[in-house]
C-alpha cells in the first residue's frame, strides 16, 4: 500500500513537472500561442508607436496596461518581477530600458507571408530613385547587402507605403501578414550552393547586373513564402559561362573531373558542394551522359 | 522466449519497410518552357520584347478547355484609359499611367515632378497635400502618397481586372501555371509534368489601339529544359513563331 503511495506521489511530482498547465507559469517568457494572448493585435499593439519617428512604423512593446490589465499579481511580485523581462533588459522600477524590438535573441513566433507573384504584377518599374527607369524591382525590398548576398525586409518601410491605411492588408491587420507559428530562429544566411557568384559581378562590364527573374526564374510564380527557393536553374550560368566561342567554365571542371575523380570543383562553389556528385542538369547542359564519381576510373 | 518475439517483429518491420520503400513512385520527371513573347505596336514599329504580362498555362488541350477558351474570346474589356476617363481621372494621370503601361499607381514611382510644377498630376497633388499633414514630411508624403488616393484611381482598374481574371482561372481547374514575362518578354513555366497544355494570357493585352489575345496548344515532353529554344509568342507571322495572337481594335470609350 505504501508503495503504490509513494508512486502516484512520484507520479503526480513527474506531472506536474511535465505538464505546462499544471506548473507554475514561466512569466518571462511570452507566448502568443497562450489562449489570452490571442485577442486582436491592436488589444496591445498600438499603430504606429510613438518612437516611430522616420515613418509610422511598429517598433516598441506594448504599453504597461497591455499586461497589467490580466498580470497585476505577477508585476508587483517581489523586487524584480519575472514578467518585466520579457521587455526590459533590467528589471528594476528605476531603469526603464527595452529590448530592441523586436526581441533579436528571441524565436520568432510569427512567418511572414509575402506573395511575391502579385506585388509583381502591381509593381512594374523601380521606384524612390531617379536612376535609368527599369523593371527590375525587387530592389523594393532586396538591397545589396553583401556582394553575394541580397538583403531581406527587416521593418515595414517597404510594406506601409503601400499597404498603411487602404489597401488591405493595413498596417493594423497583423494577421494579414503574419500567422503564429511554432516559434522557430531566423536564419538570416540563405543556403548558397554557387557562393562564388556575386550579384554586383561579372567582370568589368558587371555582367551579372541584369533583372532578378532572368535568374530567378520561379518567383513570379510564388503565391507565397513557403518553400519558396530563389531557384536558379544551371541554365542561366550556362547562357555565358558555357558558350562556344566564349567560355567553357562548366565543360572544364567536367573533364578535370574525369582525369581525377577527387576533383573539386571551384569555379562557381566551396569545397562543400564542389566535392559532390555534379547533378545530371550539369552533365545534361555539356551534352553527355551522368557520371557518379565512384564511377570514374 | 523474447528472443524470438523481437526477431520476428525486427524481421516485421523490415519487410514493411522495405515493401513501403517498393512502393514509392518513381521521381516525377518534368519540363520547362521558356516563353519569349515579341510583339508590334503597329507595323511600323520594332519588335520588342512584351515585359510584364502574365501567362497561364492550363492543362489539356484546346478542345478539352473549349468553355474557357469560348468566355476568353466572349469577354468584352473596358481599356485603361476607358477605365480613367470613365470614373473622371485627370488627363495628366491617364498619361502617367499610359506612359508606364501601368494597371494601376503601384506601378511606378511617384517623383516630385509629378506631384508638383507643370507636370504635376492633379490626384497626386492633392494625395501629396493630405499625406503631408499626416506624416509631417515631404519625402514621406510623397513616398507614401498613394495611400491617401481614392480607391478608384488607386487601383480600381487593376481590381476590376483581378476580378475577371479569378472567374476565369475558376474555369481553368486548381492546376493552372502562370508566370510574369521579364522586362525583355522571356519567362518560363517550370515544374510541368509532361502533356498539352493551352497557352494563354486569359485576359487580352493592350498594345497600341488593340486588344491581343493568346490562346495556344503546347506540348511539354519530360525531360525538356529551359535552354537555347524558347517558344516564340507574337502578335505577327513568323515561321520561328509558334503562337500567333488574335487581334482586335480596343472599343471606343463610352460617353456618358
Not at chain 2, 167 to 187: C, I
Request: hydrophobic residues 35%; aromatic residues 8%.
Amino acid at each position: 500500500m505504501t508503495r503504490i503511495k509513494t508512486l502516484s506521489a512520484v507520479f503526480i511530482l513527474l506531472l506536474i513537472c511535465v505538464h505546462p498547465r499544471l506548473s507554475a507559469a514561466d512569466y518571462s517568457k511570452f507566448s502568443h500561442a497562450t489562449p489570452k494572448h490571442q485577442a486582436a493585435c491592436n488589444t496591445c499593439h498600438k499603430v504606429p508607436t510613438k518612437n516611430a519617428t522616420a515613418y509610422p512604423d511598429i517598433k516598441d512593446y506594448p504599453d504597461h496596461d497591455a499586461c497589467v490589465s490580466c498580470h497585476r499579481p505577477q508585476f508587483f511580485k517581489g523586487a524584480r518581477p519575472p514578467i518585466c523581462s520579457v521587455c526590459h533588459s533590467k528589471t528594476s522600477p528605476r531603469d526603464e530600458v527595452r529590448y530592441a524590438f523586436r526581441n533579436p535573441t528571441s524565436k520568432l513566433q510569427f512567418t511572414t507571408e509575402f506573395p511575391h507573384d502579385r506585388h509583381q504584377d502591381v509593381i512594374a518599374m523601380l521606384r524612390f530613385s531617379h536612376a535609368q527607369q527599369s523593371y527590375n524591382n525587387c530592389t523594393i525590398c532586396h538591397a545589396s547587402r553583401t556582394t553575394t548576398f541580397k538583403a531581406s525586409p527587416t521593418n515595414h518601410s517597404s510594406c506601409f507605403n503601400c499597404h498603411w491605411k487602404a489597401q488591405q492588408p493595413v498596417a493594423t491587420d497583423c494577421k494579414g501578414c503574419h500567422k503564429l507559428a511554432t516559434p522557430y530562429v531566423h536564419i538570416t544566411e540563405p543556403t548558397r550552393i554557387s557562393i562564388k557568384y556575386l550579384h554586383e559581378g561579372g567582370g568589368e562590364k558587371k555582367q551579372h547586373v541584369a533583372e532578378c527573374t532572368t535568374c530567378h526564374i520561379n518567383i513570379t510564380k510564388a503565391a507565397s513564402l513557403r518553400g519558396l527557393k530563389p531557384d536558379v536553374p544551371i541554365t542561366a550560368c550556362t547562357e555565358c559561362h558555357n558558350k562556344d566561342g566564349l567560355r567553357q567554365d562548366l565543360n572544364k571542371e567536367l573533364v578535370a573531373l574525369d582525369k581525377n575523380r577527387n576533383f573539386t570543383c571551384v569555379y562557381c562553389h566551396a569545397p562543400n558542394v564542389g566535392n559532390l556528385d555534379p547533378p545530371a542538369s550539369h552533365y545534361l547542359i555539356a551534352e553527355r551522359p551522368p557520371l557518379k564519381r565512384k564511377d570514374i576510373k | 522466449m523474447r528472443a524470438p518475439k523481437l526477431v520476428f517483429f525486427a524481421l516485421l518491420l523490415m519487410v514493411t519497410v522495405v515493401l513501403a520503400q517498393s512502393q514509392q513512385p518513381p521521381a516525377k520527371q518534368t519540363g520547362v518552357l521558356r516563353l519569349r513573347v515579341r510583339v508590334k505596336a503597329d507595323d511600323s514599329a520594332p519588335l520588342r520584347g512584351l515585359a510584364r504580362k502574365r501567362f497561364f498555362l492550363i492543362p489539356g488541350t484546346i478542345e478539352q478547355n473549349r468553355t474557357l477558351i469560348d468566355a476568353i474570346e466572349r469577354q468584352t474589356l473596358t481599356s485603361r484609359d476607358c477605365y480613367y476617363q470613365k470614373i473622371g481621372a485627370s488627363p495628366a494621370l491617364i498619361d502617367w499611367l499610359r506612359a508606364g503601361d501601368c494597371e494601376s499607381v503601384y506601378c511606378r514611382g511617384v517623383e516630385p515632378d509629378f506631384v508638383s510644377g507643370p507636370k504635376a498630376v492633379p490626384e497626386f497633388s492633392t494625395a501629396f497635400v493630405a499625406s503631408q499633414k499626416e506624416f509631417g514630411n515631404d519625402e514621406t508624403a510623397r513616398q507614401w502618397l498613394t495611400t491617401n488616393l481614392t480607391p478608384d484611381v488607386r487601383d480600381g482598374f487593376y481590381r476590376a481586372r483581378q476580378t475577371v481574371l479569378q472567374t476565369l482561372l475558376k474555369q481553368g481547374g486548381p492546376v493552372v501555371h502562370s508566370v510574369m514575362t521579364d522586362r525583355n518578354g522571356t519567362a518560363y513555366f517550370t515544374d510541368l509534368g509532361p502533356g498539352t497544355y493551352v497557352l494563354s494570357n486569359l485576359i487580352p493585352t493592350e498594345l497600341g489601339q488593340t486588344f491581343v489575345t493568346w490562346n495556344c496548344e503546347v506540348q511539354v515532353k519530360p525531360g525538356d529544359l529551359a535552354t537555347e529554344k524558347p517558344y516564340l509568342v507574337s502578335n505577327r507571322k513568323d515561321r520561328n513563331v509558334k503562337c500567333v495572337g488574335v487581334e482586335k481594335p480596343k472599343p471606343v470609350c463610352a460617353t456618358d
